[in-house]
């Protein structure tokens, strides 16, 4: 990851490729400003290798797709709850996903990761969260869906329809409330734009 981590952001940062050295606490909108608990700095490198081992014992070969979907959600959020970097660990965790996964023949959509950025964070939160009961069935929808697009942009007709992200979260039946808050500065303004989807049927 730190390979990846410095292709992507060494032309920004100067530390692009090395680990944090300082504990970090975000405040997370949609936790009500709460944080989730990120690794402290000292434990990266050890948590990270365990990790990184446990992906590799996964016979990725012999499980259903339902079971690579629920593995891929848990070690994506294990791994992005580490936050090894001071910025750019959901992109940089994203690549180091899509590619790992590609070596097991599971084939992810970059493009849905990446116009669904937010969308993507947020389920990653929900994840990751060890204060709160987890809720890893969003980011589980994610990479069901994003899994399904990268499959039928490859195999055109291939029968599985147009399904959208919201297709994917009506199908598992979510009732949790999905809060999208964006905040736009435009012309030295806080443009505030909030929009609550309380119930997707």
């Known amino acids: 990851m730190r390979e990846i981590h410095w292709f992507l952001f060494s032309p920004i940062y100067d530390w692009a490729g090395h680990p944090r050295e300082e504990d970090i606490i975000r405040h997370e909108l949609i936790l009500n400003h709460r944080s989730?608990?990120?690794e402290t700095c000292k434990n990266i490198e050890k948590s990270s290798e365990m990790i990184l081992n446990?992906?590799?014992?996964?016979?990725?070969n012999n499980l259903?797709?339902?079971?690579?979907?629920?593995?891929?959600?848990?070690?994506?959020a294990e791994l992005w709850r580490i936050h090894p970097f001071r910025e750019g660990n959901t992109r940089t965790i994203s690549t180091f996903i899509i590619q790992y996964m590609e070596e097991q023949g599971v084939y992810i959509s970059r493009e849905n990761?990446?116009?669904n950025a937010q969308m993507l964070r947020d389920a990653?939160?929900?994840a990751a969260d060890k204060d709160d009961s987890r809720q890893p069935e969003y980011l589980e929808a994610i990479i069901r869906w994003s899994i399904d697009k990268n499959n039928r942009e490859s195999e055109k007709n291939r029968g599985t329809g147009n399904k959208s992200l919201m297709d994917y979260l009506d199908i598992i039946n979510i009732k949790r409330k999905i809060n999208l808050i964006r905040r736009i500065d435009k012309n030295n303004e806080n443009i505030k734009n909030k929009e609550d989807v309380d119930k997707i049927k």
């Open 36 to 38: 989730i608990q990120y």
């Open 54 to 60: 446990s992906m590799k014992a996964v016979p990725w």
């Open 64 to 76: 259903t797709f339902d079971q690579k979907i629920s593995e891929i959600s848990k070690y994506f």
């Open 113 to 115: 990761f990446s116009k």
């Open 124 to 126: 990653l939160v929900y």
